[in-house]
Antibody, heavy 118, light 107 residues
Framework: QLQLVESGGDLVKPGGSLRLSCAASGFTFSDYYMSWFRQAPGKGLEWVAYISNSGSYAIYADSVERRFTVSRDNAKNSLYLQMNSLRVEDTALYYC???????????WGQGTLVTVSS | VVMTQSPATLSVSPGEGAALSCRASQSVGINVAWYQQIRGQPPRLLIYGASTRATGIPARFSGSGSGTEFALTISSLQSEDFAVYYCQQYNDWPPFTFGGGTKVEIK
């Protein structure tokens, strides 16, 4: 059974850093493109980052470009999001999700909460 | 591509049908997906390719449309269907964009 489990969310001060992880199981992780999304409290869904199955290609939302870095370790079936220079507006529940053939997103983790506050 | 959903809230009685709308600011072909998000849970893929049900999704959910106009229809609402629904385009990216959501609530 396909499962994605995020971890690493925490309370951090503005300007701080955090690394999120997403552990995958139940499928061949190295075959799948993956993405990170976020959802601010009471708000809608926002795409954050996307990475190819090999990790050689990654793209980002303008709001996080040059501050966040997505990576993966296929040997460990894990996806990561390194978040630097965090801002109050980065406060959200962060989800990892697997991409379907044409980039719908067919499986989602339960999310990990990032709170940026002084 | 801006995705606009309407209405923002839909009040429906159990057993009734519901029609949700999603409009794209430019043509996205049939590259639209729909997700359901029950309170406190992650999104769940319902529909991709504008009209193809994802694995395990009941037949009461159906999607339609192409170009700029899309719809999600729920034929007879069950208690577990009261949730927020989002459309997403994957035709022109980055970024992948979502509509603002339609909340389907009990009337």
């Amino acid at each position: 059974q396909l499962q994605l489990v995020e971890s690493g969310g925490d309370l951090v001060k503005p300007g701080g850093s955090l690394r999120l992880s997403c552990a995958a199981s139940g499928f061949t992780f190295s075959d799948y493109y993956m993405s990170w999304f976020r959802q601010a409290p009471g708000k809608g869904l926002e795409w954050v980052a996307y990475i190819s199955n090999s990790g050689s290609y990654a793209i980002y939302a303008d709001s996080v470009e040059r501050r966040f870095t997505v990576s993966r370790d296929n040997a460990k079936n894990s996806l990561y999001l390194q978040m630097n220079s965090l801002r109050v507006e980065d406060t959200a529940l962060y989800y990892c999700a697997s991409a379907g053939t044409l980039n719908w997103f067919d499986s989602w983790g339960q999310g990990t909460l990032v709170t940026v506050s002084s | 591509v801006v995705m606009t959903q309407s209405p923002a809230t839909l009040s429906v009685s159990p057993g009734e049908g519901a029609a949700l709308s999603c409009r794209a600011s430019q043509s996205v072909g049939i590259n639209v997906a729909w997700y359901q998000q029950i309170r406190g849970q992650p999104p769940r893929l319902l529909i991709y390719g504008a009209s193809t049900r994802a694995t395990g999704i009941p037949a009461r959910f159906s999607g339609s449309g192409s170009g700029t106009e899309f719809a999600l229809t729920i034929s007879s609402l069950q208690s577990e269907d009261f949730a927020v629904y989002y459309c997403q385009q994957y035709n022109d990216w980055p970024p992948f964009t979502f509509g603002g959501g339609t909340k389907v609530e009990i009337k």
